[in-house]
């Protein structure tokens, strides 16, 4: 398949008052039309960042490299034409249903204003179109809720009216930043299954951001795993899951689920990702890994390509770890 986003040595990089935090530094991955990628990753190592970096939602400019969507760098845009991209050929679903709707707003308002801002829309054709969208996203009885508040309706429908909202202009890229974390499982396996519905039926592009490998396992086509602020590792799902490389990729693969009491699952790994400020040029894994050698203290790993096309940036791979 065509690629639709070209993610090119993109840098984000934050000025604060305790030094220069590299959140995303040289990070480059593709997205091909119809495919599911997964950035995986724990909280803290730029995968949110990335996703706000193609949107375009910081404040904070990015300070280098590329991000192509259908050959245009996005970068590059005027805000006026970001906008227009912006919930219409791009949307994004967040993690808090709750927070992203306006609370005064009914639902069907709320599904029209992209409509009736992008696709102009008049009121009655957008209030005929967000009755189909409900309907879409598995709601019952589509024409009561879209006259429903927020409020009145529970955490998974709120997501899936997110959903609804973000499809409403048939975007070709739907970005979902940890979108079932905050929901129960019964719940979360629902609306994974949606979005896989959609990415069939409209053969839409999916950027999926998660901490979790069972919904990687579930949901992608391909694999991004990045650590503080770097891709160290990606392949498609099957080569990822049948030869894991890297060993932080390996151990986010053991690391077992914990209950906690908002029903996250969260993964761990004995220690912690390294405090983003001022970060060495060096393997930013290395302390947390079991087989850190010299070199990895002092150099940093390229990221590698080998014959199956999966890629890692460990030195463990590299001959010239050997020869030192
Ligand atoms: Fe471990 Fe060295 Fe590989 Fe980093 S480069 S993951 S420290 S072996
Ligand atoms: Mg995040």
Known sequence: AKELV???????????????????????????????????????????????????????????????????????????????????????????????????????????????LHQLLDKKEARKRAIELISLVGIPRPEVIVDSYPHELSGGMRQRIMIAIALSCNPKLLIADEPTTALDVTIQAQILDLMRDIKEKFNTSIMLITHDLGVVAEMADYVVVMYAGKVIEEASVYELFREPKHPYTKGLLRAKPIINQRQERLYSIPGQVPNPVDLENNCHFHDRCEFCMSICREKEPPLRKNEQGHKVACWLYEEEAKVR
């Open 6 to 116: 070209e993610f090119r040595n993109l840098k984000t990089h934050f000025h604060t008052s305790a030094g220069i935090v590299k959140a995303v530094d040289d990070v480059s991955f593709t997205i091909r039309e119809g495919e599911t990628v997964c950035v995986v990753g724990e909280s803290g190592c730029g995968k949110s960042v990335t996703a706000m970096s193609l949107m375009r939602l910081l404040d904070t400019p990015s300070a280098g490299g590329e991000i192509l969507f259908e050959g245009r760098d996005l970068l590059k845009l005027s805000n006026n034409e970001m906008r227009k991209l912006r919930g219409n050929e791009i949307s994004i679903i967040f993690q808090e249903p709750m927070s992203s709707l306006n609370p005064v707003l009914t639902i069907g308002e709320q599904i029209s204003e992209p409509l009736m």
